[in-house]
């Protein structure tokens, strides 16, 4: 997508090799018309695919998943994270390790929100190695629900989360793909 590839050589940068701030315009500061675009965009890849739910982690995958489910006119979950497994059985967990803060800790969904019958579509910020998508797939599986695929607003192709998803046969649908980066210049895959 044009308009997020623009967005991200001109107001995005690169801090240790390895992380693309987007802070200006997705996941701190919103600019919201161009996020309008992302969820639009996602509508139009998706549509006709008889989604139910969209769901999302928290914090930086809901700004997007909000807008794209006006699109959608369905509600959004997020995954909470949590320091502890809940145990009284309400909830579906599942462990993931932070890409940004190199930790693992358990996300979690209330069983009360996702059900056998329910289609969903994944949307998150960012694709690199794949633990907070994998971690999402598997709650859904946890429920018995269909995973239509996933949105990703920036996938690092460079890096194997990816391939570790379609490699599952699961859809993934990234808006813009990055096939290397570092401090003084971002290549886009395609
Ligand atoms: P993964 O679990 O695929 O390794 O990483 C995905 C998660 O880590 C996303 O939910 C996103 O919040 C965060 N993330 C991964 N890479 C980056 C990055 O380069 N910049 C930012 N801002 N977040 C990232």
Do not use: W
């Not at 997007?64 to 959608?72: D, K, M």
């Not at 633990?131 to 990703?152: E, H, W, Y």
């Amino acid at each position: 997508m044009q308009l997020l590839k623009d967005a991200i050589l001109e107001r995005g940068s690169v801090k240790n090799g390895d992380v693309l701030k987007v802070d200006a315009f997705l996941n701190h500061q919103m600019d919201i018309p161009l996020i309008n675009e992302m969820g639009k965009a996602f509508q139009e890849y998706f549509k006709n695919q008889h989604i139910t739910k969209i769901l999302t982690i928290e914090s930086s995958g809901i700004g997007i998943a909000c807008i794209a489910a006006q699109y959608f006119n369905v509600p959004v979950v997020f995954a909470k994270k949590s320091e502890s497994r809940n145990l009284d059985g309400a909830v579906y967990t599942s462990r993931v390790t932070s890409f940004t803060r190199q930790r693992n800790y358990d996300v979690m969904v209330s069983k009360k929100f996702l059900a056998a019958d329910d289609r969903v579509l994944i949307i998150d910020d960012f694709l690199a190695r794949g633990s907070a998508l994998l971690g999402l797939i598997d709650i859904i599986r946890q429920s018995g629900a269909t995973i239509v695929g996933a949105g990703i607003c920036i996938e690092k192709a460079y890096d194997d989360g990816g391939s570790k998803v379609r490699g599952l046969g699961i859809k993934v649908h990234s808006l813009a793909k990055i096939e290397y980066m570092d401090e003084n210049r971002i290549v886009f895959a395609d």
